[in-house]
């Protein structure tokens, strides 16, 4: 998979997927030419060629894709649409230390709900208070999750409810906040040091 934009992982809107070198720089060529700088994500067994043309990449971080379990609890969950976008990339900011950037994120939610359909949100609240989102890209695979252990967890479950296969992408850091969950795949993240 080929990212857009590391800090937005909202597949298919962000994403390409390369199964092959030639793959790899045809990915490289379109996304120059619309001035970004790719982020390559590999199953961490893959034996493809990282050093393709000139483009030389360094291992950054991994994912990890698990299949969950529900696990229920007071919080509340409620589907919100596109309007909601700025609310959505407020937790996700607030979880990633980038307020800065909220309301570019705002936009980009706002932008890939309202061109795929396909793609479901969701707000985890305690009180009247956000504390965690999920954007899910159906049938059931989420590609953005933020928020406390326990909002993750609500979320989860609504997941759980919505679809009946719910598979998620996390980072290795989160990957400890769901013990339950059963892991399907492990992927490494890549960035072009040029």
């Known amino acids: 998979m080929f ?10 809107v962000n994403a390409g997927f390369p199964n092959s070198v030639s793959e790899v720089i045809k990915l490289e060529q379109e996304f120059a030419i619309r001035g970004k700088t790719g982020i390559l994500v590999l199953p961490e067994d893959a034996n493809l060629e990282l050093a393709t043309s000139n483009a030389q990449f360094l291992p950054h971080s991994s994912l990890v894709v698990l ?24 937790v996700w900011c607030l ?19 309202q061109k795929n359909p396909n793609l479901t949100a ?31 967890q609500a979320l989860t479950h609504r997941l759980v409810c919505d679809f009946k296969h719910p598979v998620v992408a996390v980072s290795l850091e989160d990957f400890s906040r769901f ?16």
């Open 95 to 113: 979880k990633h230390s980038a307020l800065d950037w909220q309301e570019l994120v705002g936009k980009e939610i706002a932008n890939a709900m």
């Open 3 to 12: 990212l857009e934009n590391l800090n937005l992982p909202i597949l298919e």
């Open 179 to 194: 013990p339950e969950a059963r892991e399907i795949e492990r992927f490494s993240v890549w960035l072009k040091t040029r």
């Open 67 to 90: 299949e969950v379990k529900p696990t229920p609890n007071d919080l509340v969950v409620e589907q919100v649409s596109w309007t909601q976008a700025s609310t959505l990339a407020k």
């Open 122 to 152: 969701y707000l985890a609240f305690e009180g009247h208070e956000p504390i965690g989102m999920m954007i899910a890209l159906e049938p059931g695979f989420t590609g953005w999750l933020a928020g406390e252990t326990k909002a993750l």
